[in-house]
C-alpha cells in the first residue's frame, strides 16, 4: 500500500511564504496526478492544485494562481507546494492526494494532513 508522508506546515506571518513536501513510499511508474486539497475551519474541502505524470500539466484554483506553484521530483517521488504571499484566508489542514491511474496500486490515496496558519 503507497503511503503520502506531509511536512513542512506551520504558523507564518501574512506575506510571507512557505514550502510543503509530499514524499510517496513507493515509485510511481505508471499514470497518476497528485495534487493538494486544503479544508479551511468551518468550510468543505477544496482542490489547491494538480500535477500529471509524464510531461507535468498542472492546474491551479483560481484564487492561487500566480501565487503558488506545484512542483514534483520524480527521483525522490516527492510533490511539492511552494506557497507565497500567504494570506489569512489561507489558513487550512492541507492534504496531499495521489490518484494511480494504471497499474497494481490503481486507486486514490491521501497524506495525513499538515496545518497551516497564517497569522499575524
Known amino acids: 500500500q503507497v503511503q503520502l508522508v506531509e511536512s513542512g506546515g506551520g504558523l507564518v506571518q501574512p506575506g510571507r511564504s512557505l514550502k510543503l513536501s509530499c514524499a510517496a513510499s513507493?515509485?510511481?511508474?505508471?499514470?497518476?496526478?497528485m495534487g493538494w486539497y486544503r479544508q479551511p475551519p468551518g468550510k468543505p474541502l477544496e482542490l489547491v492544485a494538480t500535477?500529471?505524470?509524464?510531461?507535468?500539466?498542472?492546474n491551479y484554483a483560481d484564487s492561487v494562481k500566480g501565487l503558488f506553484t506545484i512542483s514534483k521530483d520524480n527521483a525522490k517521488n516527492t510533490v511539492y507546494l511552494q506557497m507565497n504571499s500567504l494570506k489569512p484566508e489561507d489558513t487550512a489542514v492541507y492534504y496531499c492526494?495521489?490518484?494511480?491511474?494504471?497499474?497494481?496500486?490503481?486507486?486514490?490515496?491521501w497524506g495525513q494532513g499538515t496545518q497551516v496558519t497564517v497569522s499575524s
Open positions: 500535477i500529471t505524470s509524464g510531461v507535468a500539466i498542472t
Open positions: 513507493e515509485s510511481v511508474f505508471s499514470l497518476y496526478t
Open positions: 492526494y495521489l490518484r494511480i491511474r494504471l497499474g497494481a496500486a490503481t486507486g486514490d490515496y
